[in-house]
């Protein structure tokens, strides 16, 4: 079984892939476009930045796991995917202390505009007085927007700079907030009003699309701080922008709607010329210690991939099924009974929607849960009752 590495990886981790049994295919500098022409007939994709779009998907006849060396998975047509059977898993909750880390960074650097003074350093001016100015932490409430791994790392740590806290999270856990010593926000607006820094911590999806816009920053605080290490997506670029000029609103971001695709580009951005702004090129997980949580974690999925076949933090398995009935069926442990049981449920039309069998000790007997998309017929009931050479009991019950 081939796996193509898509992505810098550390080659302790490569080496580990090999001693799977896997083929590791490691080309670290491809783009999507390459990409397209080097999948072939790879089983498994293991890809960090790289794109990977419907026509890598429909070009990769083998390809079984597509895995995000990552948190999110934006990057990947995962409804594509899902379409041709393909499992797309993720590795979260391993770079979330290296995300933190950054975040906290960035309030520091905007409060004593740490890279200001470099800078005019490095130009030969030494100006004290100048940056002297600065309001400190402490104090301060820290609005955290999505209280997940990241969020809950981010309060953990500006609780030693004595901020005060507060989130908006969906969903909202009290356990979590009570620990932490979070106070809920009752909404997104809500904490834009009450918070003086604000960092984000939600992943890029249709519902969380630019939800930081015109309305959000107009209820931020005059000189207030918004931090960005999730995705560019989520906020309203423009919108930052003319908050920055008309409210003085200081931005230190991670992310961007647009960015290069590859490790190097010319990049450019009307917000970068702000004195407000202060930035970093999406490096929130780049650090050694998560990069090797990140490939620890993607050794493990595909080990337990190769050697049961289960996906774990797999993010494209149907929760709910449109499953209507569930039909029991408890049945003799021999060859053919199941293929016969299915064969009924085909001929009257019904569609297999999810299906597990459980063996019990001995072998002698197991039990099938089939899900149907619709009530069978008593017919149907009564024909696989009538295999009694193949089936002990059978039954329907809505689901």
């Not at 990049?267 to 702004?277: D, K, L, V």
């Not at 009530?375 to 689901?399: C, F, G, R, W, Y």
């Amino acid at each position: 079984m081939r796996i193509l590495i898509a992505d810098k990886f550390p080659e302790t981790y490569v080496a580990q892939f090999r001693a799977l049994g896997l083929q590791a295919d490691y080309q670290p500098d491809l783009d999507a476009a390459a990409l397209k022409d080097s999948i072939g007939d790879a089983s498994i994709l293991v890809v960090r930045s790289t794109k990977v779009t419907r026509a890598v998907i429909e070009g990769a006849s083998k390809l079984e796991l597509i895995l995000r060396a990552g948190a999110g998975v934006d990057t990947i047509d995962v409804a594509v995917a899902s379409e041709r059977g393909i499992y797309v898993a993720n590795c979260p909750g391993k770079n979330s202390v290296a995300v933190a880390e950054l975040a906290l960074g960035l309030m520091l650097a905007i409060d004593r505009r740490i890279p200001h003074n470099t800078a005019d350093l490095r130009a030969g001016k030494w100006n004290k007085k100048e940056y002297s100015k600065a309001d400190g932490l402490k104090g301060k409430t820290l609005g955290i927007v999505g209280l997940g791994a990241i969020g809950q790392a981010v309060a953990k740590r500006a609780a030693a700079f004595e901020m005060g806290l507060c989130a908006y999270s969906v969903p909202e856990d009290p356990v979590v907030l009570s620990a932490l010593g979070v106070a809920p926000c009752a909404s997104l607006l809500d904490l834009a009003e009450r918070a003086d820094v604000v960092t984000v911590h939600v992943p890029f999806f249709a519902e969380t699309k630019k939800i930081f816009g015109v309305e959000f920053f107009s209820r931020m605080k005059h000189g207030a701080v918004f931090i960005n290490t999730s995705r560019g997506g989520v906020v309203d670029q423009p919108a930052l922008e003319r908050a920055m000029r008309e409210k003085d609103i200081r931005a230190g971001l991670d992310v961007f709607d647009s960015e290069p695709e590859g490790a190097t580009a010319a990049f450019s951005a009307e917000i970068f010329a702000s004195p407000n702004f202060l930035g970093t090129h999406h490096i929130g997980a780049s650090t050694e210690q998560a990069q090797n949580a990140i490939a620890a974690e993607a050794v493990r999925i595909c080990a337990e991939f190769v050697r049961n076949g289960h996906v774990p933090n797999c993010v494209n398995i149907e929760r709910h099924t449109p499953a209507k009935v569930q039909l029991l069926v408890r049945h003799y442990d021999k060859v053919g009974v199941l293929a016969a049981v299915l064969e009924v449920v085909r001929r009257f039309g019904l569609n297999v929607e999810d299906m597990n069998n459980t063996i019990f000790s001995g072998a002698k007997a197991a039990v099938a849960v089939i899900r149907l998309s619709a009530a069978p017929p008593d017919e149907l009931i009564t024909e696989i009752a009538n295999m009694e050479d193949k089936v002990i009991q059978v039954s329907a019950k809505a689901v």
